[in-house]
């Protein structure tokens, strides 16, 4: 059975970083377009960011350019996302996901498989 497996979530003061990992089981994602998805309490699933299969193009939402960085490692399997300069209102479950639909998808039903998150959350 495909799936994603998130990690690396974790508390931790605003200003502070954290690196989140999903790795993929019974699925390569290096046949994915890998994108980030955060929930917040009592908010809808937003969209964070996004790297083509190749790693050769990103899109970010205007809320994380700058501070958010995506990378994948396709012959681990792995695809990470790096939180620098952490807010309080970065806090949120992540997920990850992956998508076959086009090179930078950044709508939820785009995406195929998802993981089941990872909680972040960013003390002030």
């Known amino acids: 059975q495909a799936q994603l497996i998130e990690s690396g979530g974790g508390l931790v003061q605003a200003g502070g970083s954290l690196r989140l990992s999903c790795t993929g089981s019974g699925l390569r994602v290096s046949d994915y377009a890998m994108g980030w998805f955060r929930q917040a309490p009592g908010k809808g699933r937003e969209f964070v960011g996004v790297?083509?299969?190749?790693?050769?193009?990103?899109e970010y939402a205007e809320s994380v350019k700058g501070r958010f960085t995506i990378s994948r490692d396709n012959a681990k399997n792995l695809v990470s996302l790096e939180l620098n300069s952490l807010k309080p209102e970065d806090t949120a479950v992540y997920h990850c996901?992956?998508?076959?639909?086009?090179?930078?998808?950044?709508?939820?039903?785009?995406?195929?498989?998802w993981g089941q998150g990872t909680q972040v959350t960013v003390s002030s």
């Open positions: 790297i083509s299969w190749s790693s050769l193009s990103s």
């Open positions: 996901a992956a998508g076959s639909r086009r090179l930078l998808p950044n709508e939820e039903d785009e995406y195929d498989y």
